[in-house]
């Protein structure tokens, strides 16, 4: 069966400075970009039963700092174990490659020439005031630039980030995460 990635960023209710277990940070919404549906949804936290198994079929989960913080805090909601999962994790990858983190606005800057609407403060503020239509578009709005940012990757080979010297190229090699893939069965963990 053929297996296509989807692009994934999360919002949650608190931050590190309130729990530092990203199981006890909680989800306000969810956003994606399914590639096999070539289309961006979002789900509320009510709502994530119908994620899972759009995440059960993906061949890779995308996402910026999504290994490291967006699975693990989806644990605490998904019944199965997240680690079935296979996440291609951008930052990771700049990480491993330049030695250093570096935010997600820095690099489609530097790479897209956009900037982000906000950031992870700002996501809570507005699910603490009840702007959710706002907190679902923020959470797409990142979806969709972290998307053209890995689309911009797998065509030119490279991405960009700012230094006191200049713009400097990282070289990437991301086609193999967008191509169709053959990849394991996760077994349907959910009672349907």
């Known amino acids: 069966m053929k297996k296509f990635p989807v692009v994934l960023d999360l919002e949650t209710k608190y931050s590190f400075r309130d729990y530092d277990d990203p199981k006890k940070l909680g989800i ?80 489609i800057g530097a790479t897209l020439g956009k900037k982000k609407t906000g950031h992870g403060f700002q996501a809570i503020n507005l699910y603490n005031e009840g702007r959710i239509d706002e907190l679902k578009k923020y959470c797409l709005d990142d979806v969709m630039f972290t998307r053209e940012l890995f689309e911009y990757g797998v065509k030119t080979g490279e991405i960009f980030y700012l230094t006191p010297g200049g713009k400097m190229s990282i070289k990437v090699d991301w086609k193999k995460y967008l191509e169709n893939q053959e990849t394991k069965d996760i077994p349907l963990t959910l009672p349907f």
């Open 28 to 107: 306000t919404v969810v956003a994606i970009y399914d590639y096999k549906e070539s289309q961006g949804k979002v789900f509320e936290e009510k709502e994530l039963n119908q994620l899972f198994p759009i995440l059960e079929a993906a061949s890779y989960i995308i996402g910026y700092n999504v290994a490291n913080f967006d699975i693990l805090v989806l644990q605490s909601y998904y019944p199965g174990r997240v680690d079935v999962f296979t996440p291609f994790d951008i930052l990771d990858d700049i990480k491993e490659k330049i030695g250093r983190r570096i935010s997600l606005n820095e690099v």
